[in-house]
């Protein structure tokens, strides 16, 4: 297996790309409380990280402004309502942040695909400690995946994951889908 000469920086729980979001939720109108004042979608973005033999890469969903504060979020559609812990937990937010460190606040936009569908918002803060907690989580995984050690987290997200064709070892498609990046 060869290895892209760089970090998707969903690497640390998997090596799925950090998914831009549902159109469903850039369609809608979000609650009217986070309106944003401006938006940029889809910033590709690649991070240079000392500590890293590789540059991490990947996709901030939106940076705006909102509530009047500078913000950065990440798109999810989900079947249930989430727990509330999830923009907490979020690998993506903490590396949206290190791309944006300007940036005061984080959040996630959540499409909740139930019988009566909802937007909501959570938004939440990273600290330094929780900034080199995921480096060192990031480093540790891109060595292990270097060093050929690599286990598959297989899940829904499989399905919009880049690296499908060489976890299912369809090694044509893999030549034809991926690219490395130097
Ligand atoms: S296809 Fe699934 S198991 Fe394989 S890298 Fe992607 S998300 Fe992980």
């Known amino acids: 297996m060869s290895h892209a000469r760089s970090l998707l920086w969903s690497a640390a729980t998997c090596r ?13 109108s979000p609650d009217r409380a986070a309106q944003p004042a401006f938006s940029t979608f889809s910033q590709p973005v690649t991070l240079p990280i000392t500590s890293l033999d590789l540059p991490l890469v990947g996709v901030i969903d939106l940076e705006a402004k909102v509530q009047g504060e500078n913000t950065v979020a990440d798109f999810k559609t989900v079947g249930s309502a989430p727990d509330g812990h999830e923009a907490h937990m979020s690998d993506q937010l903490t590396a949206y942040k290190l791309a944006k460190p300007q940036v005061e606040r984080s959040a996630l936009w959540v499409l909740v695909k ?10 939440t ?22 060093a050929g050690r ?33």
Not at 125 to 146: F, M, P, S
């Open 16 to 28: 799925r790309f950090a998914v831009s979001a549902s159109l469903a939720v850039r369609r809608r």
């Open 114 to 123: 139930t019988k009566e569908p909802q937007i909501l918002w959570q938004p």
């Open 125 to 146: 803060i990273r600290t330094g400690d929780q900034l080199a907690e995921y480096l060192a989580k990031v480093g540790y995984i891109a060595r292990e995946i270097t």
């Open 150 to 182: 690599f286990y598959k987290r297989p899940g829904m997200w499989c399905a919009w994951c880049d690296y499908l064709p060489v976890c299912l070892g369809d090694k044509r498609k893999a030549q034809e889908s991926l690219v490395t990046v130097t």
